[in-house]
């Protein structure tokens, strides 16, 4: 860990009272830190304030937050920057009266070097076991309850792949252990919808606005035995190709097209 900080200042505990450890009373966002900057600063911004709204947390100063993030990331080349939002210290019970105003935890760590290995030659793939349960609620939202994320991590610890296909309750493809999920399909591009599970990423948003023709479908694992290419993307990750899928040899050649397409369109 290179930066570790607590509503700006430079430390690395926080108190056992905090409904972030006790209830998973919270929210976070990971960025990528790319010569000095953070990346989609701004989307990371309203991402933590979209779900403060959603989960009612009050008394967050975003600006300051955005000043704190700037300081930090100057710092550094390359890193992965996490920042978490939880509803402060209180007493024991679920209640949130006569809690605290809102923690600021603010980390940065090394960048996973071996994505530049995934982005070039991809990754291999398989289906998980472990299914997310429905909760429309949340859906969407990168909250501090993630224990279907750690048992599904520690599913994909035990295999020998990269990564794994996550599916919900009724089947329904939703993502991976860390990432959202498009394919391609006789040309057309498509992603699963998150409306009762999963997270919706800050790339797969870019995604969908910057090729609106993208098709956005409740998949099953039918879809992606028809795909003729797969990538997954999150926001420090970007854009990997599924080289391999469950013994299926996949176009990494289309990903890589996509890929350079869409660098061209958001930043030009």
Known sequence: ???????????????????????????????????????????????????????????????????????????????????????????????????SSPNIIVKVAAFPTHYYDWQKNGIV?????????????????????????????????????????VYDLNNNLIETSCANVFWFEAGQLFTPEIKTSGVAGLIRAKIIKHFPNTKIIQATHNNLKCADAIFITNSVMEIVPVRQYQGTELDMDKVH????????????
């Open 125 to 165: 793939m398989c289906d998980a076991s472990i299914q997310l349960g429905l909760n429309p609620l949340f859906a969407g939202l990168k909250h501090l309850n993630r224990l279907e994320q750690v048992l599904i991590r520690d599913e994909l610890d035990q295999k020998d792949v990269d990564d794994l296909f």
């Open 1 to 99: 860990m290179y930066f570790q900080s607590v509503n700006g200042v430079e430390i690395d505990q926080i108190s056992t009272y905090d409904r972030g450890l006790a209830y998973g009373d919270g929210l976070f966002t990971t960025a990528k830190i790319v010569d000095g900057c953070v990346q989609m600063l701004s989307q990371h911004i309203e991402r933590l304030r979209h779900g403060c709204n959603i989960l009612k947390i009050q008394g967050c100063n975003f600006s300051t937050v955005e000043s704190h993030l700037v300081d930090v990331a100057h710092r550094y080349e390359t890193a992965v920057l996490k920042v978490m939002v939880t509803a402060g210290e209180g007493g024991r019970g679920y209640s949130r009266q006569g809690t």
């Open 257 to 268: 097209q996509f890929s350079a397409q869409f660098k061209r369109l958001i930043h030009d």
